[in-house]
């Protein structure tokens, strides 16, 4: 089993900046790559960005690239995701996945990871 607990959220104006963190414990081993998703009221869980474990090679949605950065601390076993120049569009729960079946190509899929974290809410006020 791993386990996922995220950090960093909050509420924030327009054109800010917040850092969230995803602690990962447990199986870590066995963790291929990392994801980060969003869900807003109403809508469905929306694909952000995703880091391969052991390479650090990065992938962004459309909507926050030249925005956002993931990045991962191996030996701090967290990931996190830098969030600048923010918008109300970004307002959500953020959560913090794990894949431990190295499905990269599907990387933006949340059915591609297999833990989950409990989320983290941040808004973004105009």
């Known amino acids: 089993q791993v386990q996922l607990v995220e950090s960093g959220g909050g509420l924030v104006q327009a054109g800010g900046s917040l850092r969230l963190s995803c602690l990962v414990s447990g199986r870590t081993f066995s963790v291929s790559n990392m994801g980060w998703f969003r869900q807003a009221p109403g809508k469905v869980r929306e694909f952000v960005a995703a880091?391969?474990?052991?390479?650090?090679?990065?992938y962004y949605a459309d909507s926050v690239k030249g925005r956002f950065t993931i990045s991962r601390d191996g030996a701090k076993g967290t990931v996190y995701l830098e969030m600048n120049s923010l918008e109300p569009e970004d307002t959500a729960v953020y959560y913090c996945a794990a894949d431990a079946r190295g499905s990269w190509y599907t990387a933006r899929l949340p059915a591609t990871y297999d833990y989950w974290g409990q989320g983290t809410q941040v808004t973004v006020s105009s």
């Open positions: 880091i391969s474990w052991s390479g650090g090679i990065t």
